[in-house]
């Protein structure tokens, strides 16, 4: 069968089986290995992408029943060689370890920052409850959120005085 999608911004048409998960279909069909894949349970999160600007776990999702729809990968978060402000904050608070989780992470967080753009520390440990860590420990990657948060707040001084944002 054939599927047509919007994918970071391009439309993209390729001849699938009918049981390609999106996950492979971005990974295998396009080539875009950002996007992890890291159990056979839709467990990990580490498969998160948006699907019309929801995060989901695209292990879970057919490439096509994503026919029609818009998809956005970690690829995506660079734009014009500028890093998004949650990735230098996953690069300055030490966010990531081995980075296996991190698209994942990355593409969940973006999505929580661009709905709540002050989150708690518990909005931010619910927002990743459904994305498996295995090496960093969760406070850094909660604190990078932070950090991001409070960048695009313009309030990141007031963090690098130690109180709390
Ligand atoms: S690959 Fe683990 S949840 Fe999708
Ligand atoms: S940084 Fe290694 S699994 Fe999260």
Known sequence: M???MKVNGNDVTREIEGRLLLVH???DHLG????HWGCDTSNCGACAVWLDGEPVKSCT???AMAGGHEVRTVEALEQ???LDTIQRGFMECHGLQC???TPGMLMTTRALLDRCPSPSQEEI???ISGQVCRCTGYATIVRSVQWAAAEEAGTRTTLAT???P
């Open 125 to 127: 440990r619910e927002a």
């Open 25 to 27: 279909f971005l990974r």
């Open 61 to 63: 999702v057919l490439a």
């Open 162 to 164: 130690g109180e709390t």
């Open 2 to 4: 054939q599927v047509t």
């Open 99 to 101: 980075g296996f989780c």
């Open 32 to 35: 875009l290995t950002g996007t």
């Open 80 to 82: 014009r060689g500028e």
